[in-house]
């Protein structure tokens, strides 16, 4: 095994772990996607990223705190590496997201529309197009299901606070990369049929149809985010210095805190209006960040 596929491997084991959800299976289903997805981004002249997944439960509606944080955290690390990135999200998510964009460090465009708004999701669609946009990378974001309807890991129906982004993801010739952690984010459909049924509380409920050309299930989607920086440092080692900056514990927690106080952004598993994700708080993706670090760079997070 040579030391490159050594690294990839590393991080992949390190980011992509079930956490309780019964993922393990979607998990070995899609080993080597990571270092795909990331050689695939390697490439890209221009990226569109999609995520935005809201929490309504009880007295709480807002939006959760996975999934912008990784996102904006890539797309500005791709921007400072010299290419082109922006962010499409509906208007439930949109505060929660320009947050996390104005806390991670460089400036990227953020495409939002209402929740039943064709038009808008058409002029995105249209922009992305004009920008030429040659990759799109949806991270926690909640896709449809057998039936048309997205829904969360309870099974609840999010589609009154969801805008279609599926067709924003499908409807172009850029090269897809789906991002989850639970089976029912956008590009769980290039799993095999079934798989996520099986194997997940409530799965055959609330697994995604959408597919993609690379699917990566991480233990966190935020991880998954992270997971591709590392390894597109591996990939472009022009890149990497201008990367590991933008992956730090610091930054991380940074930005999660803008997410909460600023956009408005709960826990997705806690449903806590608090700077942790998933429940986990900073220990644990700081430690998770030094890892990559260290399989990357050979160093701790600065």
């Known amino acids: ?28 289903a899609t080993r ?15 990226v569109g990223l999609i995520t935005g997944f809201f929490v309504p439960r009880g007295d709480v509606a807002a939006p959760e705190t996975d999934g ?18 922006r962010i499409a999200v509906d208007s439930p998510c949109a505060d929660a997201v320009r ?5 991670a460090g460089h400036d990227v465009t953020v495409d939002e529309m209402g929740v039943v708004d064709r038009p808008g ?13 040659s990759h799109a990378v949806a991270i926690e974001r909640c896709g449809i299901t057998a039936d048309g309807r997205p829904r969360n890991m309870r099974g609840v129906d999010v589609s009154p606070w969801t805008a279609p982004l599926d ?25 095999p049929a079934g ?13 995604c149809v959408t597919s993609c050309d690379h699917l990566v299930v991480a233990g966190v989607s935020n991880w998954g985010a992270y997971g591709l920086m590392a390894a597109l440092s591996l990939v472009r080692p022009e890149w990497s210095q201008t990367i590991a900056k933008f992956l730090t514990a610091q930054r991380d927690l940074a930005v999660t805190r803008a997410v909460v106080s600023e956009g408005g ?14 429940g986990f708080g900073p220990e644990v993706h700081g430690a998770l960040i030094d890892g990559l670090r260290r399989i990357a760079w050979g160093k701790a997070a600065a």
Do not use: Y
């Open 1 to 28: 095994m040579s030391p490159r596929k050594s690294e990839f491997n590393a991080i992949e084991a390190l980011v992509c772990r079930d956490l309780g959800r019964g993922t393990q299976a979607l998990i070995d």
């Open 32 to 46: 080597g996607e990571l270092a795909d997805a990331a050689r695939s981004l390697a490439a890209a002249t221009n």
């Open 68 to 85: 912008p944080v990784g996102t904006a955290l890539l797309a500005a690390s791709l921007v400072a590496c010299g290419v082109g990135s």
């Open 99 to 103: 947050a996390a964009v104005g806390s």
């Open 121 to 133: 999701l058409d002029r995105v669609i249209e922009a992305w197009r004009q920008a030429g946009v």
């Open 167 to 191: 067709d924003l993801f499908l409807d172009g010739p850029w090269r897809r990369i789906g991002v989850g952690d639970g089976g029912n984010e956008i590009g769980m459909g290039k799993l």
């Open 195 to 207: 798989l996520i049924a099986r194997h997940v509380p409530n799965g055959a409920q609330i697994a």
């Open 265 to 278: 952004a709960v826990d997705g598993v806690t449903a806590r209006r608090e700077a942790t994700v998933d």
